[in-house]
C-alpha cells in the first residue's frame, strides 16, 4: 500500500475518532471499531466473571454429598444460566471484540463497514443480558432446564420466567447476526489493495468463516426458542406428543444450531494461536493453506455431527454410524492444526512469553478435549458415557482450556497494542501458572467422576464419588480467583507501564504487522508493502 493511501487513512481515522461526543455519551453513541471491541471485550468480562460466580454456587453445593447450601430448583437455575452466560455473554462476545479491534487493522481497513449498525450490535446485548438476570428473580424463580433447554423440560414443567429466557436469546441471536453480517462485509469490500485472499491473517479467515456460521446457525436457534414459546404460552404442540408433537424434534433443532455453535466458539481460537504461535517461534506459521482448507472443512462438517449428541435417543443404526463417521473424519481437519502449529514451534527460536505460554496450554488441552469427543463420538461408547461428568469434562477442556484460554492469550498478545504499554509479565506468568494448574484440577478429575458414573446435572450424589468432588471443587475456587489476577495486569497495563515499541515481541520481519504498533487511537497500521 503506498504511504499516500496509508496517511489518507490515518487521517480518516483520526477524524472519526475525534469527531465523536466526548465523556459517556462517546461510549454510548461511538461508531470507532476500537471503542466498540474495548465495550465487547469488557462486556464479556464482567459476564465471565458473573457465570463464573454461578460456577462458585455449583461447585459449593457439590462440596460434599447431600444439599447445604440451595435448593435443587435453584441449583438447576445455576447450571442453566451459567451455561448461557458463558456462551452467549463470555466466549462470543469476546470473540466479536477481538473481530472489531483487529480485523479492519488487519486487512487496512479504516474501521468496520457498518459502522452504526456495530454500536446497535453491541448495545443490544447488556439489555438481553439484563433480561435474562432478572428473570432469576420472578416468582418460580428464573429458568432451570439446562442450556439445551429441552422440550418438555422448558414447555410443559417450566417457569413463567420461560418467556423472559425466550426475547433474551432472541436479542442475543440478532446481535450475533448483525456482527456476522459486518464482518463478512468488512472482510469482503474492505481489504487493503494488494490483499488477495490467500495473504489474510488466519485471524480473519477464521472469523470470516465463523460470521457465516453464526448467519447460517441463529434463525435455527431462534426457531426453536420461538416454537418452546408457543408451545408454554400459545397452546401450539410442535414438542408435545400428546397434541402430535415430538420432544425428540426439538433435540434434532436445537443440536442442528449447537454443534455448528460450538465450532463458532473455537474457530477464532485457531486464527488466534495461528498470529501467536509464528511470533513467539520467529518463524512463518507452517502450511498456510492447509490451515484456511482445513477451518472451512470444519466449517462445513459441523453441519453433518448434530446428532451425536443424541446416540442416546434411539435413532435407526444406519443414523448412528453416519453420525460417528462423520464426528470422527472432524478430527482429521483439526490434527491438521494441531501438526501445523506444532510444525511452525519445531526448531523455531522460541520465546515463552505470557502470550505464548497460554497458546501451548491452549495446544496441549485443546487436544485432550479433543481425544475425550473422539471417545464420545464413538455410539457405543457414548451410551456409557452419555449425561455423566465425563462429557462435563470433554466440553469445558474445548471451551475453557480452549476458547477461554485462546482469548487470555490473545489479550495478553495484543494488550501492548491496545493501550501502549507493556503489561506486568511476573503477573501475567502468575496468572498462567495459577489458572493452568487450578484448571486442570478442576476438569480433569471429571473424568474419572464420569467414567464411574456420577450424572451431571445433580444437586446430590452417592457417597463414594465425595472425595474426587472435594478436589474439583477446590480446583474450581482457584482458578476463579485466579481470574482476578488477570483484572490486575489489564488495570495496571491500562493506567500505564513500561512503552511498547513498534515490535514489542521481536517478532520475525514480516510477522510484526500481526502484532501493529502501538498508540491506541493515534496511528492506523497497515501490513507491509504487497508485492
Given at each position: 500500500?503506498?504511504?499516500?493511501?496509508?496517511?489518507?487513512?490515518?487521517?480518516?481515522?483520526?477524524?472519526?475518532h475525534?469527531?465523536?461526543?466526548?465523556?459517556?455519551?462517546?461510549?454510548?453513541?461511538?461508531?470507532?471499531?476500537?471503542?466498540?471491541?474495548?465495550?465487547?471485550?469488557?462486556?464479556?468480562?464482567?459476564?465471565?466473571?458473573?457465570g463464573?460466580?454461578?460456577?462458585?454456587?455449583?461447585?459449593?453445593?457439590?462440596?460434599?454429598?447431600?444439599?447445604?447450601?440451595?435448593?435443587?430448583?435453584?441449583?438447576?437455575?445455576?447450571?442453566?444460566?451459567?451455561?448461557?452466560i458463558?456462551?452467549?455473554?463470555?466466549?462470543?462476545?469476546?470473540?466479536?471484540?477481538?473481530?472489531?479491534?483487529?480485523?479492519?487493522m488487519?486487512?487496512?481497513?479504516?474501521?468496520?463497514?457498518?459502522?452504526?449498525?456495530?454500536?446497535?450490535?453491541?448495545?443490544?446485548?447488556?439489555?438481553?443480558?439484563?433480561?435474562?438476570?432478572?428473570?432469576?428473580?420472578?416468582?418460580?424463580?428464573?429458568?432451570?432446564?439446562?442450556?439445551?433447554?429441552?422440550?418438555?423440560?422448558?414447555?410443559?414443567?417450566?417457569?413463567?420466567?420461560?418467556?423472559?429466557?425466550?426475547?433474551?436469546?432472541h436479542?442475543?441471536?440478532?446481535?450475533?447476526?448483525?456482527?456476522?453480517?459486518?464482518?463478512?462485509?468488512?472482510?469482503?469490500?474492505?481489504?487493503?489493495?494488494?490483499?488477495?485472499?490467500?495473504?489474510?491473517?488466519?485471524?480473519?479467515?477464521?472469523?470470516?468463516?465463523?460470521?457465516?456460521l453464526?448467519?447460517?446457525?441463529?434463525?435455527?436457534?431462534?426457531?426453536?426458542?420461538?416454537?418452546?414459546?408457543?408451545?408454554k404460552?400459545?397452546?401450539?404442540?410442535?414438542?408435545?406428543?400428546?397434541?402430535?408433537?415430538?420432544?425428540?424434534?426439538?433435540?434434532?433443532?436445537?443440536?442442528?444450531?449447537?454443534h455448528?455453535?460450538?465450532?463458532?466458539?473455537?474457530?477464532?481460537?485457531?486464527?488466534?494461536?495461528?498470529?501467536?504461535?509464528?511470533?513467539?517461534?520467529?518463524?512463518?506459521?507452517?502450511?498456510?493453506?492447509?490451515?484456511?482448507?482445513?477451518?472451512?472443512s470444519?466449517?462445513?462438517?459441523?453441519?453433518?455431527?448434530?446428532?451425536?449428541?443424541?446416540?442416546?435417543?434411539?435413532?435407526?443404526?444406519?443414523?448412528?454410524?453416519?453420525?460417528?463417521?462423520?464426528?470422527?473424519?472432524?478430527?482429521?481437519?483439526?490434527?491438521?492444526?494441531?501438526?501445523?502449529w506444532?510444525?511452525?514451534?519445531?526448531?523455531?527460536?522460541?520465546?515463552?512469553?505470557?502470550?505464548?505460554?497460554?497458546?501451548?496450554?491452549?495446544?496441549?488441552?485443546?487436544?485432550?478435549?479433543?481425544?475425550?469427543?473422539?471417545?464420545?463420538?464413538i455410539?457405543?461408547?457414548?451410551?456409557?458415557?452419555?449425561?455423566?461428568?465425563?462429557?462435563?469434562?470433554?466440553?469445558?477442556?474445548?471451551?475453557?482450556?480452549?476458547?477461554?484460554?485462546?482469548?487470555?492469550?490473545?489479550?495478553y498478545?495484543?494488550?501492548?497494542?491496545?493501550?501502549?504499554?507493556?503489561?506486568?509479565?511476573?503477573?501475567?506468568?502468575?496468572?498462567?501458572?495459577?489458572?493452568?494448574?487450578?484448571?486442570?484440577?478442576?476438569?480433569?478429575?471429571?473424568?474419572?467422576?464420569?467414567?464411574?458414573?456420577?450424572?451431571?446435572?445433580?444437586?446430590?450424589?452417592?457417597?463414594?464419588?465425595?472425595?474426587?468432588?472435594?478436589?474439583?471443587?477446590?480446583?474450581?475456587?482457584?482458578?476463579?480467583?485466579?481470574?482476578?489476577?488477570?483484572?490486575?495486569?489489564?488495570?495496571?497495563?491500562?493506567?500505564?507501564?513500561?512503552?511498547?515499541?513498534?515490535?514489542?515481541?521481536?517478532?520475525?520481519?514480516?510477522?510484526?504487522w500481526?502484532?501493529?504498533?502501538?498508540?491506541?487511537?493515534?496511528s492506523?497500521?497497515?501490513?507491509?508493502?504487497?508485492?
Amino acid at each position: 500500500m503506498s504511504t499516500t493511501t496509508h496517511d489518507t487513512i490515518a487521517t480518516a481515522h483520526d477524524d472519526h475518532h475525534h469527531g465523536a461526543p466526548k465523556g459517556l455519551m462517546r461510549w454510548l453513541l461511538t461508531t470507532n471499531h476500537k471503542d466498540i471491541g474495548s465495550l465487547y471485550l469488557w462486556f464479556s468480562f464482567i459476564m465471565f466473571l458473573t457465570g463464573g460466580a454461578m460456577a462458585m454456587v455449583i461447585r459449593a453445593e457439590l462440596f460434599q454429598p447431600g444439599l447445604q447450601l440451595v435448593e435443587p430448583n435453584f441449583f438447576n437455575q445455576m447450571t442453566t444460566v451459567h451455561g448461557l452466560i458463558m456462551v452467549f455473554g463470555a466466549v462470543m462476545p469476546a470473540f466479536t471484540g477481538l473481530a472489531n479491534w483487529l480485523i479492519p487493522m488487519m486487512i487496512g481497513a479504516p474501521d468496520m463497514a457498518l459502522p452504526r449498525m456495530n454500536n446497535w450490535s453491541f448495545w443490544i446485548l447488556p439489555f438481553a443480558f439484563s433480561m435474562l438476570l432478572g428473570s432469576l428473580f420472578m416468582e418460580g424463580g428464573g429458568p432451570n432446564f439446562g442450556w439445551t433447554f429441552y422440550a418438555p423440560l422448558s414447555t410443559t414443567y417450566s417457569p413463567d420466567s420461560t418467556a423472559l429466557f425466550v426475547f433474551a436469546i432472541h436479542m442475543m441471536g440478532i446481535s450475533s447476526i448483525m456482527g456476522a453480517i459486518n464482518v463478512i462485509v468488512t472482510i469482503v469490500n474492505m481489504r487493503a489493495p494488494g490483499m488477495t485472499w490467500m495473504k489474510l491473517p488466519l485471524f480473519v479467515w477464521t472469523w470470516l468463516i465463523t460470521a457465516f456460521l453464526l448467519i447460517a446457525v441463529m434463525p435455527v436457534l431462534a426457531g426453536a426458542v420461538t416454537m418452546v414459546l408457543t408451545d408454554k404460552f400459545f397452546g401450539t404442540s410442535f414438542f408435545d406428543a400428546a397434541g402430535g408433537g415430538d420432544p425428540v424434534m426439538f433435540q434434532h433443532i436445537f443440536w442442528f444450531f449447537g454443534h455448528p455453535e460450538v465450532y463458532i466458539m473455537i474457530l477464532p481460537s485457531f486464527g488466534i494461536i495461528s498470529a501467536i504461535v509464528p511470533t513467539f517461534s520467529r518463524k512463518k506459521l507452517f502450511g498456510y493453506s492447509s490451515m484456511v482448507y482445513a477451518t472451512a472443512s470444519i466449517a462445513v462438517l459441523s453441519f453433518l455431527v448434530w446428532a451425536h449428541h443424541m446416540f442416546t435417543t434411539g435413532m435407526p443404526v444406519f443414523a448412528e454410524l453416519f453420525f460417528m463417521y462423520c464426528t470422527m473424519l472432524i478430527a482429521v481437519p483439526t490434527g491438521v492444526k494441531v501438526f501445523n502449529w506444532v510444525a511452525t514451534m519445531w526448531r523455531g527460536s522460541m520465546t515463552f512469553e505470557t502470550p505464548m505460554l497460554f497458546a501451548v496450554a491452549f495446544i496441549i488441552l485443546f487436544t485432550i478435549g479433543g481425544f475425550s469427543g473422539l471417545m464420545l463420538a464413538i455410539t457405543p461408547a457414548d451410551f456409557q458415557y452419555h449425561d455423566t461428568y465425563f462429557v462435563v469434562a470433554h466440553f469445558h477442556y474445548v471451551l475453557v482450556t480452549g476458547a477461554i484460554f485462546s482469548i487470555m492469550a490473545a489479550a495478553y498478545y495484543w494488550l501492548p497494542k491496545w493501550t501502549g504499554h507493556m503489561y506486568n509479565e511476573t503477573l501475567g506468568k502468575w496468572h498462567f501458572w495459577c489458572s493452568v494448574i487450578s484448571v486442570n484440577v478442576l476438569f480433569f478429575p471429571m473424568h474419572f467422576l464420569g467414567l464411574a458414573g456420577m450424572p451431571r446435572r445433580i444437586p446430590d450424589y452417592a457417597v463414594q464419588f465425595a472425595d474426587v468432588n472435594q478436589i474439583v471443587s477446590i480446583g474450581g475456587f482457584a482458578f476463579g480467583l485466579s481470574q482476578f489476577i488477570f483484572l490486575a495486569v489489564v488495570l495496571k497495563c491500562i493506567k500505564g507501564g513500561k512503552p511498547a515499541g513498534d515490535n514489542p515481541w521481536q517478532a520475525a520481519e514480516g510477522l510484526e504487522w500481526s502484532i501493529a504498533s502501538p498508540a491506541p487511537y493515534h496511528s492506523f497500521t497497515t501490513p507491509p508493502e504487497i508485492k
